[in-house]
């Protein structure tokens, strides 16, 4: 099992001990489901925020190194639930990522200077 199967048996273990059973849900579930995650990971970036001193006109703030790493893990937690209730995989997020990421590349290669979401319909 690679690195990034295992994060998802892991967090789908955690879901269902939580009680969030992602096999059984109809759309209505899924829609809960997508918005609570959506605001869990609101309130992660806003902890995430508070880690580094974003107050300019505060001086005696510190960078909290330790906890936007802890920040940064806990959005990975419902990032991963987000693409479990999806129906995605690690693999297909992994493969979604990398078409994304050529598509990136391919944007800035011809200088991205509109908006365009038509080349992204094939991930």
Do not use: C
Request: charged residues 35%.
């Amino acid at each position: 099992m690679d690195k990034m199967d295992e994060i998802f048996e892991l967090q789908e273990q955690l879901n269902n001990r939580i009680g969030v059973n992602m096999n059984d849900m109809d759309d209505e579930d899924r829609t809960k489901w997508i918005l609570n995650y959506i605001r869990a990971m609101q309130q992660e970036l806003a902890e995430l925020t508070d880690s580094v001193p974003w107050k300019w006109w505060a001086k005696y703030q510190e960078f909290d190194k330790q906890n936007a790493k802890v920040e940064i893990v806990d959005l990975f937690h419902f990032l991963i639930s987000l693409a479990q209730v999806m129906g995605m995989s690690a693999a297909d997020v992994h493969e979604a990522y990398i078409k994304k990421n050529k598509v990136n590349h391919e944007r800035q290669d011809s200088g991205y200077s509109e908006k365009d979401e038509n080349d992204s319909r094939h991930i």
